[in-house]
């Protein structure tokens, strides 16, 4: 007699695993938008950061965010939030622009 699952049983297993995975969707969207919020926040204070370091080589405050990268304190990457927004430097502090 040959063993093995039927047709009822595999449907089953499917629909369970189906659920399981529309359930957890959610949540993983949660969380990667917190993510994304949370790695602009830390990459705010990096900027800030460099605009003191900016500030303290040259005695005065950076006009835009290229002159942090012309002065070799940030790279091109870390100009943008990882979200793709631009950031941008006014009165001496950090902004998303």
Same mark, same amino acid.
């Given at each position: 007699?040959? =063993?093995?699952?039927?047709?009822? $049983?595999?449907?089953? @297993? @499917?629909?369970?695993?189906?659920?399981?995975?529309?359930?957890?969707?959610?949540?993983?969207? =949660?969380?990667? &938008?917190? @993510?994304?919020? &949370?790695?602009?926040?830390?990459?705010?204070? @990096?900027?800030?950061?460099?605009?003191?370091?900016?500030?303290?080589?040259?005695?005065?405050?950076?006009?835009?965010?290229?002159?942090?990268?012309?002065?070799? *304190? *940030?790279? &091109?990457?870390?100009? $943008?939030?990882?979200?793709?927004?631009?950031? $941008?430097? =006014? $009165?001496?502090?950090?902004?998303?622009?």
């Amino acid at each position: 007699m040959k =063993r093995g699952f039927t047709l009822l $049983e595999m449907i089953i @297993v @499917v629909s369970v695993l189906a659920i399981l995975f529309l359930l957890s969707v959610p949540n993983i969207q =949660r969380v990667m &938008k917190i @993510v994304d919020e &949370k790695g602009c926040a830390a990459q705010l204070k @990096v900027i800030d950061s460099a605009i003191l370091q900016y500030k303290l080589d040259t005695g005065q405050l950076p006009l835009r965010i290229n002159d942090l990268v012309s002065a070799g *304190l *940030l790279t &091109k990457q870390q100009t $943008e939030c990882s979200g793709g927004e631009q950031l $941008e430097i =006014r $009165e001496g502090q950090a902004y998303v622009r």
